[in-house]
């Protein structure tokens, strides 16, 4: 199975920009659909962004609307490890960010996601 670990996130302005890195072990994470969630103060998680296994034919990459033009989600294989690189971060960014990964589903759900990494927390102030 895969390990995740999170990294890279800390206290921002509003409008600047924070690179999480998810680094995997254990498996090669290309074969997996990997996500990143965020769950902020009495908010449900939501998913952010993912991008599929490299075995999927459809549509790569997936972003909510909320962060459509500025996050971008990443994923190195040499190094083994997928980034959401986020820009013009606003206070309602803030949040636990975890990055989850599958190797089956490809939904946007986090009941779907089988491995979890610890979040990082990411916190944007005005």
Do not use: H
């Not at 890195?21 to 996500?35: D, E, F, L, P, Q």
């Not at 449900?44 to 997936?62: F, K, L, N, P, Q």
């Amino acid at each position: 199975q895969v390990q995740l670990a999170e990294s890279g996130g800390g206290l921002v302005q509003a409008g600047g920009s924070l690179r999480l890195s998810c680094a995997a072990s254990g498996r090669t994470v290309s074969s997996y659909t990997t996500a990143w969630f965020r769950q902020g103060p009495g908010k449900e998680r939501e998913m952010v962004a993912r991008i599929a296994r490299i075995t999927w034919r459809g549509d790569s990459t997936y972003y909510v609307d909320s962060v459509k033009g500025r996050f971008t989600i990443s994923r190195d294989n040499i190094k083994n490890t997928v980034y959401l690189q986020m820009n013009s971060l606003k206070p309602e960014d803030t949040a636990v960010y975890y990055c989850a990964a599958d190797a089956s589903n490809i939904g946007r759900r986090y009941s779907e996601y089988a491995y979890w990494g610890q979040g990082t927390q990411v916190t944007v102030s005005s």
